[in-house]
């Protein structure tokens, strides 16, 4: 269910809930204050009540207003809070693209946490929220990424570029300016990297662009 859906079911059921239960206190509560007359004209031995009682202003329950009221809006934040597809699809429901011979893969919940976190700690300062502080016209969004040569849309392909990363073009090495295990000695939170490590990372990008393609690449302005 898309997030947009999932906000129309949540008002349509508070709403419906709301109308019922409105009705229902509204049929109750019509019936309270003839009945509470009758009441107190019994007890006091008179067949009609004091014109300051009978006179008086229709009772009506506060409640009757709030109740409903608040029991709708309830159920309508229960419904967007705990609707599937408000937040984001589940992280193994998410699939990336691990190779460029169509193969795919998942990542696990932990894997996307030490991916995030390993990402922030060596790669943020220069491509925090996707972007590249370096060079704006080159980020990580899924459409740059694709447009290398060769293309890094894929996890194998950017665990390559970290091991040993090359210019857009693919023509030249540019270890020494970027970090990588290949220049481990020049960025030194690379080196106690593992592959693993580069996996995660690779991954954690290609999340974000199946998550968030909106926000990811557009750096400081989303973060």
């Avoid at 509470?36 to 009540?49: F, V």
């Avoid at 169509?102 to 390993?118: A, C, D, I, P, Y």
């Amino acid at each position: 269910m898309s997030r947009a859906a999932a906000i129309m079911t949540a008002l349509l059921l508070g709403s419906l809930a709301l109308l019922g239960l409105q009705a229902a206190f509204v049929g109750h509560s019509s019936a309270g204050p003839a009945a509470l007359r009758q009441s107190i004209a019994r007890s006091a031995g008179q067949t009609e009540l004091p014109a300051s009682v009978s006179g008086s202003e229709e009772f009506t329950p506060s409640a009757s207003g709030a109740l409903p009221f608040l029991a709708g809006l309830c159920l309508g934040v229960l419904l967007f809070v705990t609707s599937p597809g408000v937040a984001r699809a589940d992280v193994e429901d998410t699939v990336i693209k691990a190779d460029d011979k169509g193969k795919t893969m998942t990542m696990t919940k932990e894997q996307l946490v030490r991916g995030k976190r390993l990402f922030n700690a060596a790669c943020a300062n220069c491509h925090v929220g996707g972007g590249t502080r370096t060079n704006q016209n080159v980020g990580l969004a899924l459409e740059e990424l694709k447009g290398a040569s060769p293309s890094r849309d894929n996890v194998e392909s950017i665990v390559n570029f970290l091991n040993s990363p090359m210019t857009y073009d693919g023509l030249y090495d540019i270890s020494e300016v970027h970090c990588s295990i290949k220049s481990a000695d020049l960025f030194p939170k690379m080196r106690s990297m593992k592959q693993q490590d580069l996996t995660d990372m690779s991954a954690y990008i290609l999340y974000q662009n199946a998550t968030i393609p909106e926000k990811w690449g557009g750096g400081k302005q989303y973060y």
